[in-house]
């Protein structure tokens, strides 16, 4: 069985850029997630989908950050503009949606701002 | 809100012994799923065990236990017969009623030969 995919590996762009990733969760997996990971510290959630609605993305910051999840499977975390202080990694994971519901992770995105 | 604590930002073990990070969480749900992924430098996150609120057993993976205590809300991850593998960022993380999963800062384990 496929793991999750994610694409880019490796992005580095310029300030005022924008930037797209790329997810594809484990097939029949419901929900998914999209974490941002500064560099030693845990996952945080930026947005979170039970098929194609967003159920949760208070922490997503809505002003330079959007997300979709046409059809209910891939979906595309978008940043523009991105910012110096955006440069982390990005994880996308997903899960059956039923308990206990655990989640599985991507290899995650590598985004430098420089 | 919830939150998780890991009070050991770094642990070191020598290869073949046992050591045990510590995860302390915070929740009024009597009802809940606490897991521990397993980073290592590559990246991808792994699931490693998890245990679920309501059973009193310890869960346990082979070389891998948990000690958990719920009304101390102490979830600890004992692993065994430490392996050059198991060098990783290990996460604690909480998952409530309503499938919102939270993460501590995580412990940066090193086994040494």
């Known amino acids: 069985e496929a793991g999750v995919v994610q694409s880019p590996r490796y992005k580095i762009i310029e300030k005022k850029q924008p930037v797209a990733f790329w997810c594809n969760p484990i097939s029949g997996h419901n929900t998914l997630y999209w974490y941002l990971q500064n560099l030693g510290q845990g996952p945080e959630l930026l947005i979170r989908y039970e098929n194609e609605e967003a159920v949760d993305d208070s922490q997503l910051p809505k002003d330079r950050f959007s997300a979709e999840r046409l059809k209910g499977v891939d979906s595309t975390l978008k940043i523009q503009p991105a910012e110096l202080g955006d440069s982390a990694v990005y994880l996308c994971a997903s899960s059956a949606g039923t308990a206990p519901d655990t989640q599985y992770f991507g290899p995650g995105t590598r985004l430098t701002v420089l | ?113």
């Open chain 2, 1 to 113: 809100a919830q939150t998780v604590t890991q009070s050991q930002p770094e642990m070191s073990v020598q290869e073949a012994e046992t050591v045990t990070l510590s995860c302390t969480y915070d929740t009024s749900e009597s009802n809940y799923y606490l897991f521990w992924y397993k980073q290592p430098p590559s990246r991808q996150m792994i699931l490693v065990i998890r245990q679920e609120a309501y059973k009193q057993q310890n869960a346990t993976e082979n070389r891998f236990s948990v000690n958990f205590q719920k009304a101390a809300k102490s979830f600890s991850l004992k692993i065994s017969d430490s392996q050059l593998g198991d060098t990783a960022m290990y996460f604690c993380a909480f998952r409530n009623n309503f499938n919102k999963f939270y993460f501590g800062s995580g412990t940066k384990l090193n086994v040494k030969p």
